[in-house]
């Protein structure tokens, strides 16, 4: 079925390469047996699929090196991969043969707490770092929902964000500098160990590239106080409109909370029906708004965002009386895409973003879709981040149903464009949005950004057949056709 | 004297192109009397000058492309200009002739408050964007020391700090996206009107570039809102060795203020000498410390930092009590170069960054190094980051005391290196420091950034003879020899 395709690798991995690749990582870190590569078809995103011929697990980067200029000499692409838990299949074995892993480099090289920073391999475990740091009052802040899981490598591969993006930013914000193979095996250093700006801002280049441009070994990051007080409220809303109206009026007030997320009835449904927290099912929407910051203050802020929320409607404002109940809280908002499968045999995640003022136009434009398609869609997002991730629910069985469901999500998505945002929030392009991303820029945009890449990568190597939709690069064309507008 | 030399600009400006030039951006937009011209010899760096050949003021993107598309078909390079308020002589018209200098494009193209944006043109001054968004309660936070002067295309090229950098960030965190005309003429717009990171992030590798990559005409830029309350304060030390300490001791305390800024006794003498702010001038070091945010929070943060200085050896602490108070003691910091004119004939700032537990030894180097060559050095700077300025006062009619204070400069600025830091924090590269560049980067490092510089400005016509100690790219290697380290 097309919907869940499965796509050739293409190109053909020689066992001499195979051999010489298992010499350098040892027999525990190849994968080569045909049920244990099957884990590595697809990652979050489960519409297209590949297996890999090749999975070597390097654990460090002498032997992700050594793997890469191996490759190199016998002319065989390769994609770098995390955790698998990125959502656009970047790291689709597609149709480079060979999966490079770094979830075997768990070791956390240095931690500076004085100058507030750490030096962590790519395979740790985003939380881990905090876990580490905690007991001296820090934090990491990038919190995607699959922090437990994911790893500091695909966060930078991804620029990953999460609830406290809106007012922490993201993952680019807080790496100071990497480490990584090129794809001709060389090692480099980019960015500094300290936050300083000599140079031009390569780090930032590589933070996003979804791995076409090397495979980023380890990092420097950027750790920041855990705040001294949290407050997490629930607020319930009758409808969508007054609790995105209310998102609107917090900001406006001047009130930049730590998160800012929405959910719809959909979504509360699945959620209460999976972790009976204590949704009312019967809400249109709730917002889970967090603040943080000095405790003297928070108090203040928490009775001003309560009277916010009442003026725009809310039925109810809940404030968590202890950290269980604010774990909770979060726990059912982090889960509530694993809550959706109890909807829906198959659904499709998608990920927009749209100027924050524009949040009651696209979710309007997101309930029409599902009503022209027949489709139960759900929101559930970042909505102080303008960030949407409306779910689709669709039943992968019936042919007509997922060609419709793929159909809004490219019209949700065109719609994001229209109102001025793009067509990715956070989960980037990988192989999902190629298209779409002539949405938003023009051929000449795009032929600037793969001759940026070719710096790095000049043949190609890393990770091809991601982001771009045509692979060439178009040396004489430049001029974007995209203009600056709010 | 070589100190002060007058550098060639070496490229000739044919006067067909001089005519079509005045063509394109009118009467008023041309500078080409000696007497006039004399005026852009430097910028805040005036150790080396060179008089342009012709200086012309667009007054329009188009303008801007139509100028730079010109000089493109002659083969002539240009030199990006915004008000000439650099330090390390990035405006320097040498080798190219030609300055095109973007003070004439000061329009706000469009202020969008529920969306926290604006798009300013490059010559728009600094401070004016805060004026415009102040009543709506919000600010753009970069403020450098010259922000009643400097312009936004300035703060790009450069990207500029100041003293509110330690909590909020450098000028890279607050610009979305930017319009910019490449080196041939043609528009392009990079980033996003919103925070979206869809593609690769083009517009981080922009701001800091010192206009080697074409000449930024507009940007997108995020504003942030006003804290409700604010607390400045004054911290007298017998010595710079207890105001360090406290530096580290407010850190280590979970506190991130706003500013924390340190004047040693030189400075403290110079600045009262000036302004008369009432600073003990017995002094050994002061620390100017802001905190900002939610009002009710303030007092108990404030009354820790006094409980830390004051654990720390502080002999005094005072409060600013009205922002007339508060005005008058940033304005004694933010004019402490200027007051140092009273101080010695000719000064030379540098500008180096140390993490910031390493800041006693650096100001232990800096203190032996103006001892060996015997020279009165002076302090002020952004100890939070760890940004020193030491200020090496000299006689410029005096070579022997010239060249020490040149070499104490590059030997301070080695040290800076030596403890893990770097050779500028935010004053750029320009042509002082093209050679301390290789302190931190290998020449396979440096090749990088030449290939990344490439992709824009393939011939080299954006201010050449910046940043890089060498002209040409190296394409063949690869490999950097800098190492991650703490």
């Known amino acids: 079925m097309w919907y869940r395709r499965a796509v050739s690798t293409s190109i053909a991995l020689p066992s001499a390469l195979a051999r010489e690749l298992g010499a350098i990582v040892g027999a525990e870190g190849v994968v080569s047996a045909p049920a244990a590569l099957a884990v590595y078809e697809c990652d979050g995103y489960t519409l297209e699929r590949a297996v890999p011929q090749l999975v070597v697990l390097p654990r460090s980067t002498a032997e992700v090196a050594a793997v890469v200029r191996a490759a190199w000499r016998a002319g065989v692409p390769f994609v770098p991969r995390g955790a698998g838990t990125g959502l656009s299949g970047g790291c689709l074995a597609a149709p480079a043969p060979l999966v490079v892993c770094t979830s075997r480099m768990r070791s956390i090289r240095a931690v500076d707490l004085p100058n507030r920073r750490v030096i962590t391999e790519a395979g740790v475990v985003n939380a881990e770092v905090t876990r580490v740091v905690r007991p001296a009052g820090l934090q990491y802040v990038p919190d995607p929902s699959s922090q437990n ?157 309560e009277a916010l929320c009442r003026t725009h409607g809310a039925e109810d404002v809940r404030r968590a009386a202890d950290e269980a109940e604010r774990a909770a809280l979060w726990k059912s908002r982090k889960r509530a895409f694993g809550a959706v499968g109890r909807l829906s045999p198959s659904y499709c995640t998608q990920d927009g973003v749209v100027p924050r003022t524009r949040l009651p136009e696209i979710l309007a434009r997101i309930e029409s879709a599902g009503a022209r398609h027949r489709l139960r869609i759900g929101n559930v997002f970042h909505a102080g981040d303008g960030n949407i991730h409306p779910i689709v629910l669709y039943d992968e069985r019936d042919v007509d149903e997922a060609a419709r469901a793929l159909a809004a999500g490219r019209e949700i998505l065109a719609a994001c464009v229209e109102l001025g945002g793009s067509v990715t929030g956070e989960h980037g392009i990988g192989v999902e949005k190629m298209q779409e991303l002539g949405l938003s820029f023009g051929p000449d945009d795009l032929a600037l950004m793969q001759r940026v890449r070719a710096v790095f990568d000049p043949e190609g190597r890393a990770n091809p057949g991601k982001i771009f939709p045509t692979p060439g690069i178009c040396v004489e064309q430049r001029a974007p056709r995209r203009q600056a507008a709010l």
């Open 149 to 305: 899981a994911c790893t500091i490598g695909g966060n930078i591969a991804e620029n990953s964000g999460g609830p406290h993006t809106l007012k922490y930013g993201v993952t680019t914000n807080h790496v100071l500098g990497v480490e990584m193979v090129l794809p001709d095996g060389e090692v480099v250093t980019l960015g500094d160990a300290i936050d300083d700006g000599l140079g031009y801002d390569l780090t930032g280049v590589v933070c996003g590239a979804e791995g076409t441009m090397g495979i980023v070994t380890a990092a420097t990051l950027r750790l920041v106080s855990l705040p001294e007080g949290v407050t997490t409220m629930l607020a319930i809303f009758a409808t969508v409109a007054e609790a995105t109206a209310t998102v609107s009026a917090i900001i406006a007030a001047g009130i930049v909370p730590a998160a800012l997320e929405m959910m719809d009835r959909t979504i509360v449904a699945a959620v209460e029906a999976a972790y009976r927290f204590g949704f009312p099912t019967d809400a249109g929407a709730v917002l889970i708004i967090e603040i943080d910051g000095a405790a003297a203050g928070l108090a203040a802020t928490a009775a001003c965002i």
